[in-house]
């Protein structure tokens, strides 16, 4: 199975890495995995007076903080992954990615501190639920 694992470094994201840690069988012998995170855009109008290394220097530091402790957790558990980071709003990145790379399955942790109409589940699953044509496990 071909898995999509959208992290953010949140504690929701730390327990559905712990849940799937915990439960190997939910991913099968020999899954392929790729933990993906997105990192905002800068506003453009801010972004045209940085220097452009700099501006990949952010990115990658910014997304290198959330995927190193979410590898070293599979790695722990014995499963391989890669890792992609990804720039842009993460609904929209991550479920252009998932399309794109053909995956089977998307993987997410919840959120619950969005606005109200987000109570339930955060912007960010709801804004992958709504435009992503793979499907979507929720881990809460």
Not at 29 to 53: E, K, N, Q, W
Not at 79 to 93: E, F, N, Q, Y
Not at 108 to 130: D, I, P, Q, R
Request: charged fraction near 15%.
């Amino acid at each position: 199975m071909k898995m999509l694992v959208a992290i953010d470094g949140s504690q929701f994201t730390q327990r559905m890495l712990d849940f799937v840690v915990k439960h190997p069988e939910m991913i099968g012998s020999a899954p392929d995995i790729t933990l993906v995170t997105a990192v905002p855009a800068i506003p453009a109008h801010a972004a045209r007076f940085l220097d452009r290394a700099l501006l990949k220097s952010y990115y990658d530091e910014e997304a290198e903080a959330v995927l190193a402790p979410a590898r070293t957790a599979f790695a722990q558990a014995g499963i391989d992954v890669k890792s992609l980071p990804l720039k842009g709003h993460p609904a929209t990145v991550i479920s252009a990615h998932a399309s794109s790379g053909k995956y089977d399955l998307v993987l997410m942790g919840s959120h619950g501190n969005s606005v109200l109409g987000n109570v339930v589940l955060g912007s960010v699953v709801t804004g992958v639920l709504a435009h992503c044509k793979t499907p979507v496990l929720i881990v809460r």
